[in-house]
């Protein structure tokens, strides 16, 4: 078995344990918002979407990058200097911990100005009380990101994964129940991130896995702080890129607005469901085969994962682009309906952005973080632009054009670059072919003009386009090697035979 073979096996292994807790979480999540979206008024959606952007962007800036920078140097620090890791991960802890309540009370006493700035008076009462969540959220966020450093994803799935948006959802059923004010709902999302960090805490204590012991070493700190600036950066911009159509929506139009957009981006933001869930393990592997001279193989590993989270993407993203109303009115409900032209959109960008690859993270494997920082920051700035001239005449639809531009500008950017630097690129050959299929046929199943009252007649003819999808895939002979051999991997992992299927391969390979 080759050694990208191996790789791709061992990414595998851990994306399936990944993907599954992010299945729950974003199931379970859905279910809240979707309550949420129900039950109260599409303004009322909307504040809540606001206020929870305002609280993710307070996040980015009080882990200060630590989020992603903490994986690598809790390996590195366990590597080359043992004896310190404990004071850089009690470092770690106490640093967040003072900037989350810094930042808390900065949102707490600036909680009017906000409001005023986005004319909606409902921010002031649900911004001050979901900044108390601040510092759970943010404590969270780094311990796990400490666990990943020990090379464990347990912790991620336990709970952030499962129990965050199990405890947020019984919260929210209690309360539409109950039938208590909408103001519950942010008094519910602070309930479920404390409960989520003391049964956090709770676990890493129980398996002693670190030691808790309050000590600041200012020398580490500096180092942390230094090396996780680019990355804090990088983030912004890719919030900027996330969020910025939520903002000026809320700053340009109304709450009303934010919540029929908020519902299309809810939904296309599922797409990269697997590409997220495979670069959990495809940087410390990937970086192991960098740091050995050993490109081509990264390569390799490169453009058959891209080709797998392609192929598990398609579903989902056929669905929404070809029965955009079917999908938004069965998680949402009818009067979110106009925003089928901007969820359109929106999977558009998601899916370019997908099917390009981890092209971000391999320029950080490869020693290149600078470049994503540069990359985002034309794409960062396409989207505030196009944002502005865009919201005032067209609303949701011009916000979507301007996320679906700056996903495709970022991706360009550093797919360009990861192939000037290394030669790596997604398109073998038999990459290519499944692509071009896939175009031909969505372009066929559109331009029928397919009417579907409801998702459950939209399922019969994507089971039809997926059926001649995949017939066509086999017939074009897209089936490399490493794919059967990772088949053959997870059959003898299930202990069961796939004669059914290995025959049909074996015409096809």
Same mark, same amino acid.
């Given at each position: ?148 450093? %020990?090379?464990?994803? @347990? +912790?991620? &799935?336990? *709970? ?5 948006? $199990?405890?947020? =959802?019984?919260? #929210? ?44 070493? %200012?020398?580490?700190? @500096? +180092?942390? &702080?230094? *090396? ?5 950066? $990088?983030?912004? =911009?890719?919030? #900027? ?63 058959? =994962? ?66 994503? =920082? ?136």
């Amino acid at each position: 078995m080759s050694e990208a073979s191996q790789a791709l096996q061992k990414i595998a292994r851990g994306t399936g344990i990944v993907f599954a807790g992010t299945v729950i979480s974003m199931f379970f999540g859905f279910l809240s918002r979707a309550v949420i979206a129900r039950y109260f008024s599409v303004g009322e959606y909307g504040v809540f979407n606001l206020t929870l952007t305002i609280l993710s962007i307070a996040l980015v800036i009080a882990t200060l990058g630590f989020q992603n920078s903490l994986p690598r140097e809790v390996a590195f620090y366990r590597e080359k200097e043992p004896s310190k890791v404990e004071s850089l991960i009690s470092t770690a802890l106490i640093t967040v911990s003072l900037t989350s309540s810094a930042i808390m009370l900065l949102i707490i006493f600036g909680s009017e100005f906000v409001a005023q700035a986005f004319n909606e008076e409902r921010l002031t009462s649900a911004l001050k009380v979901v900044a108390l969540a601040l510092p759970f959220s943010a404590l969270v966020g780094v311990t796990i990101s400490i666990t990943r450093g %020990f090379g464990r994803v @347990r +912790e991620q &799935v336990y *709970f952030q994964n499962i129990v965050y948006p $199990t405890v947020f =959802l019984i919260l #929210v059923l209690i309360g539409v129940f109950l039938k208590l004010q909408f103001s519950y709902v942010f008094l519910a999302y602070v309930v479920a991130q404390a409960l989520t960090f003391s049964a956090l805490v709770f676990d890493v204590w129980k398996i002693k896995l670190f030691e808790l012991r309050p000590s600041l070493d %200012f020398r580490i700190g @500096r +180092e942390l &702080v230094a *090396f996780s600036l680019p990355l804090l950066f $990088t983030g912004i =911009l890719v919030f #900027v890129m996330t969020w910025a159509d939520t903002l000026m929506l809320g700053y340009y139009k109304n709450s009303d607005f934010v919540g029929l957009y908020s519902s299309a981006s809810t939904l296309a933001k599922l797409l990269p469901i697997f590409l997220n869930s495979a670069s959990i393990l495809y940087v410390p592997i990937a970086s192991q085969l960098y740091a050995q001279g050993k490109i081509r193989e990264m390569g390799r590993v490169y453009q058959i =994962l891209t080709k797998w989270v392609f192929l598990l993407t398609l579903p989902l993203f056929s669905l929404m682009f070809l029965f955009p109303e079917a999908t938004i009115g069965f998680f949402f409900g009818k009067k979110y309906l106009l925003a089928s032209t901007a969820l359109q959109i929106l999977v558009l960008g998601f899916m370019f952005h997908t099917f390009l690859g981890l092209n971000g993270l391999s320029l950080v494997v490869i020693g290149e973080p600078k470049l994503n =920082l540069i990359g985002n920051s034309f794409a960062a700035l396409f989207n505030v632009v196009l944002n502005a001239l865009l919201i005032p005449p067209y609303g949701i639809v011009g916000a979507a054009i301007a996320t679906a531009v700056s996903y495709f500008v970022a991706n360009v950017f550093r797919s360009f670059w990861l192939y000037k630097k290394t030669k790596i690129h997604p398109f073998s050959w038999n990459y290519v072919k499944p692509l071009v299929i896939s175009f031909v046929l969505l372009g066929v199943f559109k331009g029928m003009h397919l009417k579907v009252p409801n998702i459950w007649y939209a399922f019969p003819v994507l089971t039809a386009f997926l059926g001649v999808y995949f017939f066509c895939v086999l017939l074009s002979r897209s089936i490399d090697k490493e794919d059967i051999e990772l088949f053959l991997a997870i059959e003898n992992k299930l202990g069961v035979d796939l004669k059914a299927i290995k025959k049909i391969l074996r015409r096809f390979v």
